[in-house]
């Protein structure tokens, strides 16, 4: 019966070409519309490690002077490079690493190619084995290297293209700022999105291209990036170990989720010591938050995304109702025929199945459409100057839900109209043409 | 075949009633060829609809090939009605969307009856009714006589047990009224059963026997034709006078 | 016009009669916020910065590693820049507008309190700041030549003891003194720094959208002159026409005073160009909101037109009855016509109800401002026409039936 029910909706439609069409295309718009501004959000929105992302936590502590202070407020966003190295020297999670953003000068050794400025993050050796980072030559370097200094880096992918010509650059020395280091690992190709270790930074941008140690950039004074947040006087030079400035990203891996209460508590004390020694002013007042909790915390997806996510549903629910409209009319302009139909001996149910399955037509006509439609949107999407354009591109899954999302919706769009067609009195339509 | 007892049938709206059966007793045997007259206004629409189980009735009770109809659910009707009755309108009803095999194929489908022997009954029925050759035509190509026909065809190609015609004549001129009766003729004596609703007299005077349906009830005037003329305004000046 | 009867036809039909009602309320909402959204957007897009804008150009420059003559080098820059034909002014700064990273201090206006005034932007001026970005000053004066710091001296804590001076805009000086004239006010810059006004601008954006609406021209003004590795921003002044030419020839400038810098090709350009990559995204949106509007009125009245027309051919032989009974053309379209007005009024009130709403929901999640009442008779205005347009078709097709078609009894 479906068959059938297929062929006479695929004849409806050829014998209203233009009623037809415009229900595809109101469908078609809405599916567009729909699917566009949720692939962008879903990009956005995802778990950016997701394997791990609930046993990676950042951590923030409040070493703020009294002065502002109000109970029960957010602690500062970042820690002070203090506060960094002491928690990094006692080690109490399983993993964990301090980081910033950086920009430095490359000068590739070869002929040719100019110095050029490149983004930089200085962070300390578990920074890769934390976050698993994917290498494609070598590895990231050792706590020893940290302790010691070392003029070691990790290039990322596209550095190493453009410096080496892509070959397995381990071993070789490469010219940042005005030392020398020696390369020991290549990222491979990793994006993840959003960039969630560095909520200061561009958050949905690429890979920082060079990756250093923290000691050896301190110990050279390259050049930072990202937000500072000083609250007293930082005499000169706010990145010098004791200064009042909050800067630095502080994240651990505990073994499970359930590790994070104790930490907490560890955390507290490490506070309650710190204002004992008269450094903290303020009563202790910390955060723990994984991955997932600090984007939401955040509220990472941009305003104007969620914006168009609501709008794209509001498209698509009038597109809906339109469809309701025109199907009620295409089903009730046929009385006459419905009721030859049930006269000659078909049930309610089965004029009910022949409804929907004209309205599931329509509904996949449109999707097709509307497929076509959210590829030309992501491509629009994908001309803006936002950081995270590239990343709008329609995946299977997505691709897959387009025509779900169609069928369903044109389908939910035709029970009232196939309801009312089933409710169609045989006796009565025979007699009065 | 056709056994209708005291079947009565209300029409309720907020404000009236209107009886349109009232105790309506009436019986078809198997074969027969029963021509229902009345005039107009005295329920034989009414009849027609619930012997096609098209409505349902308020009081009575029906038989349809033995079986009770009253308490079946609107799924066991349209089961009944596809297997057992064929329909044929005064307004032809054909889909104009599809060609004629197509129109055929409607009820046959309904009942789930495989391709092949979809076919066969199909171009059976039409070479039946005199189109065996324009099976792919659509109704408008064709004259009012020729629609009317092809409406017979459907209604017979599921075989079934109990024909119902509404007017059948009413929209043609007389020389295809004349070829449809014989066609209706020839499929009674065959086997079939036929009710005929008919306001034309002459029409009443080809079947076998008579009913009258008047102010919901009827009356048999089962005898000859001639004679049925004069009955009828018997009848008729016996309800002027009550 | 009897309105009674139409509605009670209505009634009768309350399927289809509610989903154009429907219909049409959703749009009015949607459209009534899309609308004010497109003018936030395009009011920040056409905002006053209050530079001069299409004469300005801005190298953005680096050393590569540290740099132990930077004050040296800027003054040299500065000194070969100024010299280059076609320049008017050349001046170097800590930070532009446009862009998305900025200087901020808190500031307060008396030395006990506990939670500042506010976070206005610090632009690090040298002597040719005022000039180069053309600000007007609307009270007190510029900056005078003994006023002016190194900002690495400064920086690093080589303690003045002088009160610094500083110039606000005029927004800045209304939220701090409000009713009085800010020259000669003084405020504490960070925790302990006193800070006298000396003068204030009428117009300065800060660079980025820090702080929200109420906050774009918080920005003041210090007289610490920075050096070109503090925010490495070269920004120069010329004619509108010489601006490509000055900017390759500050570029190749630069380049010559000593080959161990870099130079930001992707940040080097015209202030109209930053300006414009900058409001892309507000752009971007108000054009989406626009094609959202327009695409919504498309469907709305395609759903009019479809369901109008399944009511006309419905209603035929009512029609032709009509008509028979003595109805004129003009008498049945105006029905068909007062029918979708009376629709239309419910579904644009329904609209105006779920308008309010939406807003309502923005303001709190988006920091959207309150829908302003005129809104609502636009989005209303626009969709009685909509309709009315819509309608007309089908109406007059139904005013072309034929009063014979009322005797026709098939």
């Known amino acids: 019966m479906f068959g059938y029910y297929l062929n006479l909706a695929l004849r409806s439609f050829r014998r209203n070409r233009v009623l037809t069409a415009l229900m595809v295309l109101a469908i078609a718009l809405g599916i567009g519309a729909c699917m566009t501004t949720l692939t962008v959000f879903r990009v956005l929105s995802g778990d950016p490690i997701p394997h791990k992302s609930d046993r990676l936590f950042y951590v923030q502590l409040d070493p703020a002077s009294m002065q502002g202070y109000n109970p029960g407020e957010e602690p500062a966003g970042q820690v002070t490079r203090l506060d960094a190295e002491a928690l990094l020297a006692e080690k109490r999670g399983l993993r964990q690493a301090l980081m910033t953003g950086g920009g430095v000068s490359v000068t590739p050794g070869q002929e040719g190619l100019p110095p050029y400025l490149a983004g930089a993050r200085y962070t300390s050796a578990d920074f890769f084995p934390m976050f698993d980072t994917p290498m494609l030559y070598g590895n990231g370097w050792s706590a020893e290297q940290d302790q010691a200094r070392a003029r070691v880096a990790v290039l990322s992918k596209a550095t190493n293209d453009r410096v080496f010509g892509g070959a397995n650059s381990v071993g070789q020395q490469l010219r940042i700022d005005q030392a020398d280091f020696t390369v020991v690992g290549v990222v491979d190709d990793w994006r993840p999105t959003p960039r969630f270790y560095d909520m200061y930074s561009d958050r949905y941008g690429e890979l920082e291209e060079v990756f250093l140690p923290f000691t050896t950039s301190r110990d050279l004074e390259m050049g930072r990036s990202g937000s500072m947040d000083c609250w007293g006087d930082s005499q000169g030079d706010s990145t010098q170990p004791n200064a009042p400035c909050t800067w630095i990203q502080y994240w651990v891996e505990l073994e499970s989720p359930a590790a994070a209460g104790a930490y907490r508590d560890y955390l507290m004390n490490y506070s309650d010591q710190q204002r004992a020694a008269g450094r903290y002013e303020r009563p202790s007042n910390v955060r723990l938050r994984n991955v997932m909790e600090l984007l939401e915390h955040n509220r990472v997806v941009p305003n104007d995304v969620v914006m168009q996510l609501w709008l794209g549903f509001g498209f698509l629910l009038v597109c809906l109702l339109n469809t309701v409209g025109l199907l009620l009319a295409k089903f009730l302009r046929r009385s006459g025929e419905i009721g030859v139909r049930r006269a000659l001996g078909a049930s309610r149910s089965e004029i009910f199945k022949q409804c929907l399955v004209e309205a599931g037509t329509i509904g996949l006509a449109g999707g097709i459409i509307g497929l076509g439609l959210s590829l030309l949107g992501l491509w629009a999407v994908r001309q803006q100057p936002a950081s995270y354009a590239e990343l709008a591109r329609l995946d299977p899954g997505m691709l897959l839900l387009t025509f779900l999302l169609a069928i369903a919706a044109s389908v939910l769009a035709g029970l009232l109209p196939a309801w009312r067609a089933m409710q169609v009195a045989p006796a009565l339509q025979l007699k009065s043409q | 075949m056709l056994d209708m007892r005291q079947v009565a049938k209300v029409y309720r709206t907020e404000l009236v009633e209107t009886h349109a059966l009232r105790s309506l007793d009436l019986h078809v045997g198997e074969g027969e060829f029963v021509a229902v007259t009345g005039p107009s206004g005295s329920g034989k629409t009414t009849f027609l609809n619930i012997a096609g189980l098209l409505e349902t009735f308020t009081g009575g009770d029906y038989l349809l090939d033995g079986v009770n109809v009253k308490g079946l659910n609107d799924n066991q009707r349209s089961r009944l009605r596809n297997e057992k009755i064929g329909f044929i309108f005064q307004g032809f009803n054909l889909i104009p969307d599809l060609n004629l095999f197509d129109n055929c194929d409607v009820p046959l489908r309904y009942r789930r009856m495989p391709a092949n022997e979809r076919k066969i009954r199909i171009e059976e029925a039409l070479s039946q009714v005199g189109l065996g050759s324009r099976l792919k035509h659509y109704p408008a190509e064709l004259s009012g006589g020729q629609q009317q026909r092809a409406a017979i065809a459907r209604a017979l190609a599921g075989s079934p047990r109990l024909l119902l015609a509404d007017e059948p004549t009413g929209n043609l001129d007389s020389q295809m009224a004349r070829s449809v009766m014989e066609l209706l003729e020839d499929i009674n004596s065959r086997g079939t059963t036929i009710v005929m609703v008919t306001h034309d007299p002459e029409l009443a005077a080809r079947a076998q026997r008579n009913v009258h349906i008047v102010d919901g009830m009827a009356t048999d005037l089962s005898v000859a034709p001639g004679l049925a003329r004069a009955a009828h305004a018997d009848i008729a000046a016996a309800s002027a006078e009550a | ?410």
């Open chain 3, 1 to 410: 016009m009897e309105i009674r009867p139409i509605l009670s036809t209505l009634m009768r039909h309350k399927t289809a009669a509610a989903l154009i009602v429907l219909e049409i309320a959703l749009t009015c909402a949607i459209i009534c916020n899309a609308l004010f959204m497109i003018s936030d957007r395009v009011a920040q897009v056409q905002e006053v910065s209050g530079l001069v804008e299409n004469e300005l150009v801005r190298v953005q420059i680096t050393s590569i590693g540290r740099d132990p003559d930077e004050d040296a080098r800027t003054r040299s820059d500065l000194a070969a820049l100024r010299a280059l034909p076609g320049v008017k002014e050349a001046t170097v700064v800590n930070q532009v507008p446009f862009v998305n990273s900025s200087w901020n201090s808190s500031i307060r206006l008396s030395q006990d309190q506990q939670r500042p005034t506010m976070t206005p932007t610090m632009y690090m001026a040298e002597e040719r700041f005022l000039e180069t970005f053309g600000l007007k000053l609307v009270a007190g004066r510029g900056f005078e030549a003994d006023e002016f710091r190194d900002a690495s001296a400064v920086m690093s804590g080589a303690g003045t003891g002088d009160v610094a001076a500083a110039i606000i805009t005029r927004t800045m000086a209304e939220r701090l003194f409000p009713g009085e004239s800010a020259v000669g006010k003084t405020f504490y810059n960070g925790p302990d720094v006193l800070v006298r006004v000396v003068g204030v601008v009428e117009h300065l954006v800060r660079p980025s959208q820090m702080g929200g609406p109420t906050a774009r021209e918080y920005s003041m003004i210090f007289p610490t002159r920075p050096h070109y590795n503090l925010g490495g921003n070269y920004v120069i002044r010329t004619d509108p026409e010489r601006r490509q030419e000055v900017l390759d020839a500050a570029v190749r400038t630069l380049r010559a005073n000593g080959t161990d810098r870099i130079i930001l090709d992707e940040n080097t350009m015209t202030f109209e160009e930053l300006r414009d990559r900058f409001y892309q995204g507000p752009r971007s949106m108000a054009w989406l909101l626009g094609i959202v509007c327009v695409g919504l009125l498309v469907i709305t009245a395609l759903g009019i037109i479809g369901l109008a027309s399944f009511w006309v051919q419905q209603r035929t032989k009512q029609i032709g009855v009509r008509r028979a009974l003595g109805a004129t053309k003009g008498q049945i379209l105006a029905y068909f016509q007062t029918e979708n007005f009376l629709l239309a009024t419910i579904g644009i009130v329904l609209g105006m109800l779920a308008a309010y709403g939406i807003n309502q929901v923005l303001m709190s999640k988006y920091e959207l401002a309150r829908l302003p009442a005129y809104y609502l008779p636009i989005g209303a205005t626009a969709l009685w026409l909509l309709g009315q347009v819509s309608v007309l078709g089908p109406a007059r097709r139904a005013a072309s039936v034929p009063p014979a078609i009322a005797t026709r009894s098939v």
